[in-house]
């Protein structure tokens, strides 16, 4: 059954819709919110400037731009899809002419009353075409070599870009989210299977190659694997976040130093302790317990959008939420697997946590096209 | 669109497998992250558990020893010596006032300091020390250790800081260093984490600046055990980091001496080049200062007073200078009419002490006129009109040419700042720069070496070694690089005929030692010393028509700033040259009176390696000597005596 075929009087209209609200989701949502909101006073040593004030005011406008997202009917956002993955595109673009540059990489458009950063906007959007796309293709249709290299274009085109930026993040999050959704829609395996040999083959190739004659990266680039391989090498360049990260998380213990009694990054070991390594301040002053729980009301947030999505009859609506929750999810997976010493240092915050508006405003009406897929729900 | 039941069966069937699967794996990446959790905040906490109850890791850089200068003979001309220090963190010190209060009654501390200290507190990173006291001795050092409970957030230091013992006489070559500015930094594209250390001393400018890379070394690491207070505790482990490494000039410090201090207090350049190696023996410039004063910040009052004075103490002259270079360039023209055969040595041409071109008058410095004057008689006495006469034919590309070949225009890339390239001009260089076409009076002028011909000291020293030898030799500063000797400036010839360059030698020395020669009053009578050189005074300024009928072209009725600039180039001995020498006097006047007699002094001195016997001397200066060799004495350095040499 597709969109077209429901009846209206199974979905709610007007004022009503608030209470078909995924209300877990939206409650698991301000939990962690507040959780970052604790975390940013404390960094900031117990002062809601400069970090826990301006991030509530944009979790605040985040929550209400979820719910105006949630209200539109889900096949208005199934139509425009492809223009905004398209205008996105344009804005990317136009970033390297017109953007601001900040901390070494160009990945800001100032629009004046914020600052715009396309390649956030770009994580949604891309979800979005990707389960349009995969709503209007036919079964038949979908494992044909043709289909399948349009969307693969599709996901290549703004992932090379962001990585010209530079911006490792983002390009790994785009390359991970729209494969995932594409597998889901159901793509055959045997192209996943074959893209991550060709991966490991690459990783093997990399390695073998050091030292030759065809040696595939530069010395440089070698150099900073090793140091993610052995952080206590180089402990005063990239290596110095990972080692102090780690410590920070290690002096936690099972319960924590107590909130704002962390030393580690409370005493500026990590430069960004605001910002992508804000998980180590957590963990240091909660501890372990504390850590898990944040990691369970993440996968509590998850859990609730798998279930909606497979209860959810509409294709396009079941994909755009399996696609934004596989984009939440890589997005605090990367992020603790970096600060964590599992991955190299990326540049993915934490999200909701982490202090940023572009992430969060994006995040958030990524939430709120889940909820209008939920409230839309074929009944 | 309608689809087909079927297709959608089969879609929702498979998105639901697969959105199982991918929620599988996020369990397992999701189990994978806590195992990890576990591990670093359960399992390995032991680990940092001894370090939590109290304690903290910080890593702190190991700043790297400064790479050393030496002189040839391996006198040290910049070094490193400990320096003590008060360093505070404002973090730690909890309430930064009150401490800083306490430390002014343990050690004496300028209330300004205090103010600028807190100041920097405010304005920075918290965890970042700030230096709150500075070249402090060792006594109050000790006391700010012993006292260190009542002060929290006060760590007392050991660091290194540069000190330059010759004082003033290498300030234009090696330059100083200084603390790091934000300035600095944000020049730097990739900032070393060294240069974010507190006052760290980065080279500023000469050497010290552009063997930057060289001396600075590379930063060792260590992780110390802090406690609450940032006190350390205890050494976890280090890393040592490599010291800078030391350089070997060329440069001799006495001699370099020995030129510095004869140039007193004149507005002046001298350089001294070896003429088989190109070493640089002395490259010396006037008025000097003491580098030592900017180690530190110089104060506001030391240094506008040295941006004041109108001797320019601050420009290094002998390198950044550009002056026209004056009868000294008529060597290059009286080449270049030979090699191209315009003339032969034997041509006269006629000066009746004026040359009229293009209704232009031209005049010699000479107004009576020399009379018919051939090649020697036009260096010798350093007729004007017969180099006019010789523009004229030889025409401004060869001139230029020939200038090049001997190193006027060429600029030489030795490590000191700002080393300025002269001009050997050409149509095209004016067409260029100017936007003007050439016209022949431009010719004329060039060809003795005034108009757009500029050449700095060390150009003309090399111009004169390059006369000497036939080959292209070429400056050299740096004789080794951490005990790597560097290539020398011996040099391939230059192609010139021998018999051309023997006839312009000779020139240069009847210009010393013909009693009609311009500088036959600087002569060296040692007879296997004896020199060739060549004067020259150049022009600051057009002497007008007016000034010309009135007569008022005599330097000394002029201010000093419109008096013309004095200059020397020579070489000996005659029969085999070892050493070249250009002096440039700044509105000292004529090059005869006021730069022959300092060349001749240096070259003398860097001939026999220590004072000269007077017997070197013409009989009528043997007053003048002994009592000038006197007073440079006692400008000497002394000895070193608290550290050895090395060879």
Aim: aromatic share 8%.
């Amino acid at each position: 059954m597709s969109y077209l075929e429901h009846t209206v009087k199974y979905v709610p209209t007007g004022p009503r819709k608030l209470f078909y609200l995924n209300w877990p989701i939206t409650l698991l949502l301000i939990a962690v919110a507040c959780l970052g909101f604790l975390m940013l006073y404390s960094v900031a040593g117990g002062s809601y400037s400069p970090w826990a004030e301006p991030q509530m005011k944009r979790f605040g406008l985040g929550l209400f731009l979820m719910v105006f997202v949630a209200m539109v009917p889900i096949y208005f956002w199934r139509n425009v899809a492809l223009v905004a993955y398209l205008g996105t595109l344009v804005l990317l673009v136009l970033v390297p002419i017109i953007g601001d540059v900040g901390m070494g990489a160009q990945r800001w458009i100032d629009l004046g009353f914020m600052r715009l950063q396309p390649s956030e906007l770009m994580k949604i959007t891309l979800v979005m075409f990707l389960a349009a796309y995969y709503d209007w293709l036919p079964m038949a249709k979908i494992s044909h070599p043709l289909w399948v290299g349009l969307p693969v274009l599709m996901i290549l085109i703004p992932t090379a870009m962001v990585l010209q930026q530079p911006d490792l993040g983002t390009s790994i999050l785009l390359l991970l989210g729209g494969g995932t959704v594409m597998y889901i829609a159901g793509v055959h395996w045997a192209y996943f299977a074959a893209v991550i040999a060709a991966g490991v083959g690459l990783v093997v190739a990399v390695f073998q190659s050091r030292g030759t004659d065809w040696q595939l990266l530069n010395d440089y680039q070698y150099r900073r694997i090793d140091t993610f391989l052995d952080p206590a090498a180089d402990p005063l360049n990239a290596g110095y976040h990972i080692t102090q990260s780690k410590i920070a998380l290690g002096s936690g213990g099972w319960t924590g130093r107590g909130y704002m009694q962390g030393t580690q990054s409370r005493l500026n070991f990590l430069p960004e302790k605001h910002t992508d390594f804000i998980f180590t301040t957590l963990a240091e002053e909660f501890g372990f317990l504390g850590a898990i729980s944040l990691l369970g009301l993440y996968a509590l947030i998850i859990f609730f959008c798998i279930i909606t999505a497979l209860s959810n009859s509409n294709r396009f609506a079941a994909l755009l939420t399996l696609g934004v929750a596989t984009t939440f999810f890589l997005f605090f997976a990367v992020n603790m697997s970096m600060v964590m010493g599992l991955i190299p240092v990326v540049g993915v915050p934490l999200p909701l946590v982490s202090y940023g508006g572009s992430a969060m405003l994006v995040l958030m009406a990524a939430f709120g096209l889940v909820q209008s897929a939920h409230v839309h729900k074929p009944r | 669109m309608r689809r087909s039941e079927r297709d959608n069966a089969l879609s929702q069937r498979r998105i639901t497998r697969r959105g199982l699967i991918t929620g599988g794996v996020q369990v397992a990446v999701l189990g994978g992250l806590a195992t990890r959790m576990h591990f670093l905040q359960v399992t390995e906490a032991d680990q940092f558990r001894f370090l939590a109850e109290e304690n903290r890791i910080n890593i702190r850089l190991i700043a790297p020893a400064r790479g050393e200068i030496f002189d040839r003979t391996g006198r040290v001309i910049a070094r490193n010596v400990p320096s003590y220090r008060v360093t505070m963190t404002r973090e730690d010190a909890g309430d930064p006032e009150a401490v800083i209060a306490r430390l002014s009654q343990i050690i004496e501390m300028d209330p300004d300091a205090i103010e600028t200290a807190l100041e920097e507190m405010r304005k920075r990173r918290g965890d970042i020390p700030v230096t709150v006291a500075d070249r402090i001795t060792w006594e109050d050092l000790s006391r700010v250790a012993v006292n260190a409970p009542a002060l929290p957030g006060v760590t007392p230091e050991v660091g290194l800081s540069r000190i330059y013992p010759l004082a003033d006489d290498f300030t234009h070559v090696v330059g100083y260093v200084g603390p790091v500015s934000d300035y600095d930094l944000s020049k730097i594209e990739d900032p070393d984490p060294l240069l974010r250390l507190p006052r760290f001393q980065i080279g500023k400018v000469g050497i010290e600046a552009r063997a930057e890379e060289s001396l600075r070394g590379k930063a060792g690491v260590k992780r110390v055990e802090v406690n609450a207070a940032g006190r350390e505790m205890r050494e976890l482990d280090r890393r040592e980091g490599h010291a800078g490494v030391d350089i070997q000039l060329t440069l001799d410090h006495m001699l370099q001496n020995y030129v510095q201090a004869r140039l007193g207090e004149e507005s002046a350049a001298a350089v001294v080049i070896d003429c088989d190696s190109g070493d640089l023996l002395a490259v010396a410039s006037a008025p000097a200062f003491d580098p030592n004063l900017f180690v530190n910040g110089i104060s506001t009052t030391d240094y506008n007073a040295l941006l004041e004075n109108d001797h320019r103490p601050l420009v290094a002259k002998s390198v950044q200078g550009l002056y026209p270079p004056g009868s000294t360039f008529k060597m290059v023209s009286a080449l270049a009419a030979l090699e191209n055969d315009i003339i032969t040595t034997e041509d006269t041409f006629r000066c009746k002490g004026v040359l009229e071109v293009h209704s232009s008058k031209f005049h010699c410095w000479k107004r009576a006129g020399h009379g018919n004057v051939d090649l020697n008689r036009s260096l010798r006495e350093s007729c004007d009109v017969y180099y006019y006469e010789l523009a004229l034919k030889t025409g401004i590309e060869n001139i230029s040419a020939m200038a090049r070949k001997l190193g006027v225009g060429l600029g030489f890339d030795i490590p000191m700042s700002g080393v300025k390239a002269g001009v050997a001009p050409t149509k095209a260089w004016k067409l260029r720069t100017k936007g003007k076409e050439w016209v022949v009076g431009d010719s004329v002028n060039a060809a003795i070496g005034q108009g757009f011909v500029l050449a700095s000291p060390l150009e003309l020293a090399v111009m004169s070694a390059r006369i000497a030898t036939g080959r292209s030799v070429t400056p050299r500063l740096v004789k080794s690089i951490d005990g790597v000797e560097q290539p020398t400036g011996h040099g391939a010839s230059l192609g010139i005929n021998e018999n051309h360059l023997r006839v312009v030698r000779k020139a240069m020395f009847d210009v010393s030692n013909h009693t009609r020669g311009t500088g036959y009053g600087s002569r060296i009578v040692a007879p296997e010393m004896r020199m060739a050189g060549k004067t020259g005074t150049s022009q600051v300024r057009r002497i007008t028509e007016a000034e010309r009928r009135a007569g008022v072209t005599r330097n000394e009725d002029l201010p000093w700033e419109r008096r013309d600039h004095a200059l020397y180039v020579d070489f000996a001995p005659f029969d085999n040259p070892k050493y070249a020498v250009a002096v440039v006097v700044e509105h000292g006047g004529g090059g005869s009176k006021a730069a022959a007699p300092i060349a001749r002094d240096i070259t003398l001195q860097a001939l026999y390696g220590e004072d000269p016997p007077l017997s070197a001397y013409p009989a009528k200066d043997h007053g003048r000597i002994r009592a000038q060799q006197k007073r440079l004495r006692e400008l000497r350095p002394p000895p070193p005596k608290d550290r050895p040499t090395r060879a």
